[in-house]
């Protein structure tokens, strides 16, 4: 069995909608990201990564690579899983966490769920998503950013 944590964030700027889990959700800003800036995913993909030894996702999908520039993240995801899956693992559950101070992620977790664990090719029961705030401290707490943990264990699988 294999552990992975991944983390990221994005700061917010110009826009009217985030896009996190795969969902885009109305907001007063976007985030600034070379792809679409989804935290969330990026923050799986590198769990996975992680779990595997297989470095990060800047080094798989550089923001210095045109092909990666507004690029959905959910395909980065796909080829994340795919590079699991060719190092002979499985997800047996992701549990991440979004912080924000807005937007509210309630009404948004169940498809962010559903989208995640198609992508993961595994069972929505597999998949759980929290939200928080910081009670208004700190970039998030400012409204400045949005930030993700993910937390991914694997299994072996028979080849």
């Not at 991440?96 to 309630?106: C, D, I, K």
């Not at 998949?127 to 264990?153: D, P, Q, S, Y």
């Amino acid at each position: 069995m294999r552990i992975g944590h991944g983390y990221d964030v994005h700061r917010c700027g110009p826009g009217d909608h985030v896009i996190l889990g795969g969902e885009r959700i109305a907001h007063h800003s976007g985030l600034v990201a070379h792809s679409d800036g989804d935290v969330l995913i990026h923050a799986i993909c590198d769990a996975l990564l992680g779990a595997v030894a297989a470095g990060d996702i800047g080094t798989h999908f550089p923001d210095t690579d045109p092909q990666n520039a507004d690029i959905d993240s959910r395909i980065l995801l796909r080829k994340v899983v795919q590079r699991v899956r060719d190092r002979g693992y499985a997800l047996c559950n992701l549990d991440a966490t979004l912080v924000a101070q807005a937007p509210r992620m309630a009404a948004h977790i169940a498809a962010m769920c559903a989208n995640l664990a198609s992508d993961l090719e595994v069972g929505v029961e597999q998949v759980n998503i929290k939200a928080t705030t910081t009670e208004k401290l700190g970039f998030a707490g400012r409204e400045e950013g949005i930030a993700a943990h993910a937390v991914v264990l694997l299994q072996r699988v028979d080849p």
